[in-house]
């Protein structure tokens, strides 16, 4: 099967166009003015590539080829889908996203190319909201679907701003009726999502695509760690209770921590606030997040266990008072054998070097495992970077993963 590698790197430059910033970054928020331009793009694209487009109560974009049995939206027959999202985090690549969006149509125009039907319907998706950047949640569009949130809960959600989400909806204009965003039982017989890797696993292994076969879970703390703030001339040190110095044991606790584990497990503070934050005052007061992921719910236990009881010796030892709130576990979403199996004789017959691995980062595939088997196809990242303006992946790997995807489409959408 051919892809039309000049077709998918001009849509890439187009999407990539649109929220551009003057970093160079691509800032496209959940139900903005950008997302609804990118998506009225791609919903063009769709009925160009002969799909047929609808949208559902959540705003998800929706297109759909016909099965063997002559049917799009009204078969029996159970869908094969494909998608990711269009939303970006701020000042965010011009890939991450768009890669499974754009590419999951140029899949289907080469299955068209090349005169593959299918028995059952294939369906590309585009989800609303995966990023979390502007709503309180991220994966919005999926767990609609999945009905791992209602679509209620949804409609009802509120950005900084105060703008309500079935509001915001109105900014991809009046679309006509909506279909019903959850999926009915049995009605997916398969789902995969082409993704960049946003780590520098492929790289390293000089392979162009991963199969993933799970996607790591997540645990988010906030700790608070209170001490005294004084003057940091005058306090000898061995009367100081410096909150900082324990946050900092505490930080590097979890990189100790989650070395040891080991098994993929990763640990990161990344926000921590200091104050009163004078650069002659002992730090009274410390507000930091730690995020812990792990492929396996035990293994992420483990490594919370760990996070957790290390607080109380640094607290005791320190003299430093502690206040800590679980923001948020996610659990591992495992991919299912038959669409990770269906990635890698895809791989196989196009004649490319592949290797199965698990997704440190979190995906729309997620909440779509949790109601039909579902893989991933990762392409490798350039420096493993993503979610930054310089986020990029070869061309040949980009056309790769796309071959990739449509021989996956036509193996699931076509086997018993
Ligand atoms: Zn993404």
């Known amino acids: 099967m051919k892809v039309d590698e000049t077709r998918l790197l001009a849509d890439l430059e187009h999407l990539g166009k649109i929220g551009l910033g003057p970093e160079g970054g691509i800032t496209r928020r959940a139900l903005s003015r950008e997302d609804a331009a990118a998506r009225a793009y791609v919903a063009d694209r769709m009925r160009a590539a002969g799909l047929e487009v609808r949208h559902d109560e959540v705003g998800n974009l929706r297109g759909r080829r016909k099965g063997r049995d002559g049917a799009a939206w009204d078969s029996a027959v159970p869908v094969v889908m494909t998608g990711s999202h269009l939303d970006s985090v701020p000042s965010g690549g011009k890939l991450d996203g768009p890669l499974g969006v754009v590419g999951a149509v140029c899949a289907i125009e080469s299955l068209n190319a090349a005169g593959v039907t299918t028995k059952r319907p294939l369906e590309v998706i585009v989800f609303v909201g995966e990023e979390g950047s502007r709503f309180r949640r991220g994966t919005i569009g999926s767990a609609a679907v999945s009905g791992h949130v209602s679509v209620a809960d949804v409609l009802e959600l509120v950005d900084p ?110 926000k921590l606030t200091v104050e009163p934050g004078g650069k002659n005052i002992i730090p009274g007061r410390v507000d930091a997040i730690c995020d812990l992921r792990a492929p396996t719910p035990v293994l992420l236990s483990a490594l919370d266990d760990y996070v957790v009881s290390s607080l109380h010796g640094i607290g005791e030892k320190r003299g430093v008072e502690l206040e800590q709130q679980l923001l948020q576990r996610v659990e591992p979403g495992p991919m299912h054998e038959l669409a990770i199996v269906a990635v890698q004789r895809a791989a196989a017959e196009a004649g490319l070097g592949h290797m199965r691995m698990p997704s440190g980062a979190i995906h729309d595939a997620l909440h779509m495992a949790e109601i039909a088997p579902s893989s991933m196809i990762f392409v490798p990242s350039i420096g493993g970077k993503s979610h930054c303006p310089t986020e990029a992946t070869d061309p040949r790997h980009l056309a790769q993963g796309v071959a990739v995807l449509a021989h996956t489409l036509a193996i699931l959408a076509n086997d018993p």
């Open 161 to 270: 701003d105060g703008a309500v989400y079935k509001d915001a909806l109105a900014t991809y204009g009046d679309e006509g009726a909506a279909i019903p965003a959850r999926a009915a039982a049995g009605s997916i017989h398969a789902f995969v999502e082409l993704h960049v890797e946003q780590g520098g696993v492929l790289e390293a292994a000089a392979l162009p695509i991963g199969a993933v076969t799970t996607i790591a879970g997540l645990v988010q703390r906030a700790v608070t760690f209170l001490g005294d703030a004084n003057h940091a001339g005058a306090t000898p040190m061995n009367l100081r209770h410096d909150a900082f110095l324990a946050a900092a044991e505490w930080a590097l606790g979890i990189e100790r921590g989650a070395r040891e584990i080991g098994g993929g497990v990763v640990g990161t503070v990344g």
